[in-house]
């Protein structure tokens, strides 16, 4: 069960392996990301950021889609990390999920093809479209960087775009 899937650009840093998985009552954090999936070193780094105690899987964002829809996974709490809003809604619209997360995007980018929605987020052309795609979405799509901030509908935060 995803309970959420949070689009960061950093994947698993202090704050998502400390803050979000006590946030969420969960050990379990999936990495969906293609390139993670194929670098060895990125993977011992992402697993180094890890807590102990929290178990990362670190897979292909189609091999993460099937371990999501495996039904042994109907009972794990998963909690799962992307780069990519694009990845996002694939995952989306073919997995049960219950909430998105557009927390922080496009930040680490040249800036000149992007447009910054907020100060966390900034979005090439084909992002945006995809964004939009997951505002339409029947579930909870929000930006939200850390607990203690308050939750911003994703139209919301298109309202303006």
């Known amino acids: ?34 390139q993670a999936a194929k670098n060895e070193v990125q993977q011992m780094t992402l697993k180094m950021a890890t807590p102990n105690g929290v178990k990362v899987l670190i897979r292909s964002v189609d091999d ?5 829809n495996n039904p042994k996974s109907e009972t794990v709490k998963m909690f799962v990390l992307t780069n990519s809003i694009q990845d996002a809604l694939k995952i989306a619209t073919n997995c049960k999920v219950e909430s998105i997360n557009v927390a ?7 800036a000149s093809e992007k447009k910054q929605l907020n100060a966390d987020v900034g979005c090439t052309p084909k992002e945006l479209e995809a964004l939009k795609e997951i505002a339409k979405l029947d579930m909870e799509t929000i930006h939200w960087v850390i607990p203690t901030n308050p939750k911003i509908s994703v139209k919301k935060l298109l309202e303006n775009n």
Do not use: C, P
Not at 104 to 110: H, L, Q, T, W
């Open 1 to 34: 069960m995803i309970i959420q899937i949070r689009v960061d650009d950093r994947l698993i840093h202090g704050q998502i392996a400390v803050v979000w998985s006590k946030y969420f009552a969960t050990n379990h954090l999936v990495v969906a990301n293609d």
């Open 64 to 68: 993460a889609i099937k371990v999501f």
């Open 104 to 110: 922080n995007v496009g930040r680490f980018e040249a």
